[in-house]
């Protein structure tokens, strides 16, 4: 069971607009930046939001992040199949003496 | 631009220690804030944060990993490594190594860890079976 937690999965129709959640806490989400990454099968996750809302070079704008309180968000409009593929948010949680990296359980997004 | 490898054994017998090495090329692991971590992630399961080192040697640990694993880096080959002791089925993973987080400074002056994990490796497959 992840701390962060996320649909395992959505879908929605090529061209419409679908929300993919993730909810932590003060400890992790509600006082750190999230990042999300986009795992299509047998590759490693690719980087799509950083610092909550920033797209790195080459990540198109149909991608976009943000986070509320303890919750944070990734938006893709115009769907296309090529996205249908497994999405991860994650943030850091210093706990203890040293903190650490959390990911959300992964959600699985279909493009019907 | 910066690309990750990682190296290591596909097959390891269980209660046996796993060294994986990860190379860095297209940039020295000495530059920038960035730290250097390994990732796995389960057949069929999502993604754990094993660890991560700086160039310097200073190392972060998963609390639940922490009492197996041990990181290190030789700058002069611009790897870094992971061992795993006492591997066991669950252990079994596609293992990845990624450049990242990095520690910035708020307006306080207080610093923080940005989870930004780019680029990754793209994995080696360890299973875990006698």
């Known amino acids: 069971q992840s701390v962060l937690t996320q649909p395992p999965s959505v879908s929605a129709p090529p061209g419409q607009k679908v929300t993919i959640s993730c909810s932590g806490s003060?400890?992790?989400?509600?006082?750190?930046?999230v990042s999300w990454y986009q795992q299509f099968p047998g590759t490693a996750p690719k980087l799509l939001i950083y610092d909550n809302d920033k797209r790195p070079s080459g990540i198109p704008d149909r991608f976009s992040g943000s986070k509320f309180d303890t919750s944070a968000t990734l938006d893709i409009t115009g769907l296309q199949t090529g996205d249908e593929a497994d999405y991860y948010c994650?943030?850091?949680?210093?706990?203890?003496?040293?903190?650490?990296?959390?990911f959300g359980g992964g959600t699985k997004l279909t493009v019907l | 631009q910066v690309q990750l490898q990682e190296a290591g054994p596909g097959l390891v017998k269980p209660s046996q220690t796993l060294s994986l090495t990860c190379t860095v090329s297209g940039g020295s692991i000495t530059s920038g804030d960035s730290y250097w971590s390994w990732i796995r992630q389960p057949p069929g399961k999502g993604l754990e944060w094993i660890g991560y080192?700086?160039?310097?040697?200073?190392?972060y640990y998963s609390p639940s990993l922490k009492s197996r694993i041990t990181l290190s880096v030789d700058t002069s080959k611009n790897q870094f490594y992971l061992k795993l002791r006492s591997m066991t089925a669950a252990d079994t993973a596609v293992y990845f190594c990624a450049r990242g987080p990095s520690q910035y400074y708020d307006s306080g002056g207080y610093p923080g860890i940005k989870t930004s994990f780019d680029p990754w490796g793209q994995g080696t497959l360890v299973t875990v079976s006698s």
């Open positions: 994650a943030t850091w949680d210093p706990r203890l003496s040293s903190g650490d990296a959390l």
């Open positions: 080192i700086y160039y310097s040697g200073t190392t």
């Open positions: 003060n400890s992790n989400i509600g006082n750190n930046y």
